[in-house]
């Protein structure tokens, strides 16, 4: 093994889901021995059904609003100047925008979520579920995926490297 | 010499398929990787650093070539 990685998870939308998983892959593809560390909201990239995990507008002020449709000129254009938060607040707003995330991921060649995230387990990245947050969020064992141990912040800080954490 | 098309893939599946390919095939010796993330202008040169094999930019146009070589010493 040449270095271990260890990245605390607590965020529970499909944007933020991305860097972490792509990290845990990239640094067990070169050896590394990976742990993921799921509490909080994170809890949602590790259930069976994934499509809960959106991407909202609303709260990242920095995300430009673009149509991954259209002639190329149109796809370039982003909105999000024009279009007050009052907009983005509609209903159906965050499906919109997790229907265009999703599309522009594809366009890029990027995996889809659950794909990646089989990937990750397949590399040998471990997913350590935080059992708190399971107990807080009202779920068991039964609502999450196959390969992930439940434990608690004592276990992860045994696990994890003496000098380097993430925390997303 | 083996050829790897990542050309649809974006980052981290260049780097994945590589060493997917390396430890698939442990007789293949020369690999040709193809894709079109600019991050992989310096991401591929540092996997392979890492881990230990040979690699040269063939060419950097809109898909970036890379020759891949194991082990290190055997590129000229």
Redesign the interface.
């Known amino acids: 093994m040449?270095g271990r990685l260890s990245i605390i998870h607590s965020k529970g939308s499909l944007d933020w889901a991305y860097p972490t998983f792509?990290l845990a892959?990239?640094a067990a593809?070169?050896?590394q021995e990976v742990e993921l560390f799921f509490t909080m909201y994170g809890l949602e990239c590790v259930r069976h059904h994934t499509e809960h995990l959106r991407v909202s507008p609303l709260s990242n002020p920095a995300m430009p609003v673009r149509f991954p449709i259209g002639p190329a000129g149109f796809q370039k254009v982003d909105w999000r100047p024009w279009l007050p938060n009052l907009v983005l607040s509609l209903p159906g707003m965050e499906r919109l925008a997790t229907w265009g995330f999703k599309r522009t991921?594809q366009q890029?060649?990027?995996?889809p979520f659950d794909e990646l995230r089989a990937?990750c387990l397949e590399?040998g990245v471990r997913f350590t579920v935080c059992q708190m947050s399971v107990d807080l969020m009202g779920l068991t064992e039964k609502d999450f995926i196959e390969g992930v141990q439940f434990a608690g912040a004592a276990s992860y800080l045994a696990a994890s490297p003496q000098q380097q954490a993430l925390f997303v | 010499m083996m050829e790897l098309d990542c050309t649809?893939?974006?980052?981290?599946?260049p780097?994945?398929k590589l060493?997917k390919a390396l430890s698939q095939y442990p007789e293949q010796q020369v690999f040709c990787l193809s894709l079109?993330?600019r991050g992989g202008l310096r991401d591929i040169p540092a996997?392979c650093q890492?881990?230990g094999l040979g690699c040269e930019l063939v060419s950097e146009e809109s898909v970036l070539v890379f020759k891949v070589v194991r082990p290190m010493e055997s590129l000229k």
């Open positions: 040449s792509i892959s990239t593809a070169m050896d991921l890029q060649g990027q995996l990937l590399l | 649809a893939l974006a980052c981290p599946m780097v994945i060493k079109r993330d996997f890492h881990q």
